[in-house]
């Protein structure tokens, strides 16, 4: 049986407040695409498993949530005999993505989002799928003798390992779920790591022919038969986009599952630049991400004024833009004296403000400009004993 794994697709998320809407539904026409593709070759995926964050928020944007119904639709038009299954993240609202669900049953699209029944799989040709949505991990927790509490997550996972063990009748087994493994990777985009409390051993894992996690956006095998998909676009810095993919899985009972990356191309790529202002401004170094989403690290020695203004032209999709270099050598110096100055309340707003120009202006304050500044005070303090 042939399964395709995605999770973590965070619809509606806003990077670095660009709406990613039209990167994402570049992206879902790919996974459309692949369903299609194989369909159309003769031996058809069975199953899409989306592994929990359809949604980056618990109310998402009515663009997101029209992304995602539309998405279905293709899905179900492209091969209508597919089965999706849908595990709500730690970002999503259980409540609110289990809309509909018992209807949607019917269509093939099986959404869990709570714990009822969580030991009851979905069949499909012999193949068990028990789905297990974001448990907090502190869930069941009373406050007394923490340290004895059995992790929550585990627990859920023993007991559906339990029930998969009892129904050996099956030919194999998949477990999808959202949560940390212990051991593995994360990045700056996922939200609510809180220590090792939360993480899960893979172990727990060993009763299911197949498991398919969500929650980590890096593509990760976290154990035997246990991987990570990772979310299929980057969503931070630190994440590699030519890295992102979706997973095919073929379940082979006898020598057990094959797993293939499927590379998905990103509509921007997500790129962490490091150079000079000049290697930016001037030169054509760096030509081929104008288009890209871009963070620079700009390794001058002195602070840029405006680089964003000035650089917005060369790089449309520039969303970031550090000169931590320049502003650690100017701490380290004056700036420590500065801070000393205003953080004291040294001085009154008239020297802050002098001192302010002298900052923006290579030959200090302006006389003129200090006195205007003297009487735009004064006629506000006048309006406000008025
Ligand atoms: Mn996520």
Redesign the pocket.
Known sequence: MKILQT??L?LGKLFYERSLIPDQKHMLSQIVQEIKNEAASGSPYKALLVC??VY?RSVPPAEAVELFSNFLAELKNASPELHIFIIS???DSANRLSYAAELLDFQRIHIRTSFENIETPVVVDGTSFYLFPFCQPSAGRTGENEADAPNAQEAFIAKIASAARKNSGAEQSVLLA?LFTAGSVTSE???GVWGTAEQVDSKVFSEFSYTAL????RFQKAGKNVYYAG?PLA?SFDENSAEKCLLRVELEPDTGPVVTKIPVTPLHKVVRLSGTFADFYEGDRFLEFKDDFVEINCQDDTIVENPVLLLKSHFSNLLSFRQEKAIIEETSSDMAARRDFIFQAKGNIQEHFALFLSDLQQDGADEEELKLFKKLLDEKEKDETA
């Open positions: 999770g973590d965070h929990g964050d980056d993240g730690n970002h959202h985009s996922e939200r969500g929650h980590l956006h979310s969503y």
